[in-house]
């Protein structure tokens, strides 16, 4: 985002430009067909050095044939939580003019069963979501151990 100050006799305000600019050609974006490719997208991605120290939240933005626009590191926090704004998250997505979204984040004990906590939040950023007619597909579990889908376990 790009600002610009415009100023008046009595007062500044910030322009604000919304930008999104890609330098991936949309031939060579994977496309998304199942939540192991997701898994496997994300894995790549992930800071090793940080997957059983912190817990980090992030976003695959997708267009509408579910090709990966770019994925967004929303947070890292400590050892048992991170903040995943859903102001944050659908800022970002609204930017990139993906119309699917797929969350990932990791717990660093190794555990892939989600908390309530994680249930509660996909809830309320999909339901959000629905008000744009972005669909978030999945959520995401990461660890070394391998991974937990959310639309596969039917608690999406």
Same mark, same amino acid.
């Given at each position: 985002?790009?600002?610009?100050?415009i100023r008046n006799e009595n007062f500044y305000v910030t322009e604000v430009e919304l930008i999104? +600019? =890609?330098?991936?050609?949309?031939?060579?974006?994977?496309k998304i067909k199942n939540s192991k490719d997701a898994?496997?997208?994300f894995y790549q991605t992930w800071d090793k050095n940080k997957i059983e120290l912190q817990e980090q939240f992030k976003v695959m933005l997708l267009n509408r044939a579910n090709k990966v626009l770019g994925i967004y590191e929303m947070?890292?926090?400590?050892?048992?939580?991170?903040v995943a704004d859903p102001k944050l998250i659908y800022a970002v997505v609204l +930017? =990139?003019?993906?119309?699917?979204?797929?969350?990932?984040?990791?717990?660093?004990?190794g555990s892939l069963d989600p908390s309530k906590a994680d249930l509660e939040l996909t809830s309320k950023i999909s339901?959000?979501?629905k008000y744009f007619d972005i669909k978030v597909l999945d959520h995401i579990i990461i660890s070394e151990e391998?991974?937990?889908s959310f639309a596969d376990s039917g608690e999406l």
């Open positions: 985002m790009e600002t610009v100050m999104y +600019k =890609s330098k991936v050609k949309p031939s060579t974006r994977p898994y496997e997208i947070s890292t926090g400590g050892i048992t939580g991170t +930017k =990139s003019s993906a119309v699917n979204i797929i969350l990932a984040h990791n717990h660093p004990s339901e959000a979501g391998g991974y937990h």
